[in-house]
Nanobody, 120 residues
Framework: VQLQASGGGLVQAGGSLRLSCAAS????????MGWFRQAPGKEREFVAA????????FYSDSVKGRFTISRDNAKNTVYLQMNSLKPEDTAVYFC??????????????WGPGTLVTVSS
């Protein structure tokens, strides 16, 4: 499975961005999908996850209420809508797929990241 994230860029604080993650195979429609991020000099951290059916989601406390994860299984694509962005949201964002489970760890496939920069 290959994953490709896109949609990153430069945005001012308070602005919005929408990230997309396209998968190469339709089997991801049965996988949990997640978004992670890694800020400069920091470890990668969990951001959000969505169950294969799209019926359940969960978020890290740092983005809850500002970010929304969604998916379109017909397009093998997962989205991350990011609103009210803050400078501390600046990071490389990665999407990932997990064959089993619905949790912030244990992901099997990772794509290259997309850079999000939030200016103050």
């Amino acid at each position: 499975v290959q994953l490709q994230a896109s949609g990153g860029g430069l945005v001012q604080a308070g602005g919005s961005l929408r990230l997309s993650c396209a998968a190469s195979r339709d089997t991801v429609s049965t996988y949990t999908m997640g978004w992670f991020r890694q800020a400069p000099g920091k470890e990668r951290e969990f951001v959000a996850a969505i169950l294969w059916s799209g019926t359940s989601t969960f978020y890290s406390d740092s983005v809850k209420g500002r970010f929304t994860i969604s998916r379109d299984n017909a397009k093998n694509t997962v989205y991350l809508q990011m609103n009210s962005l803050k400078p501390e949201d600046t990071a490389v964002y990665f999407c990932a797929a997990a064959r089993y489970g619905f949790r912030p760890t244990g992901y099997d496939y990772w794509g290259p990241g997309t850079l999000v920069t939030v200016s103050s």
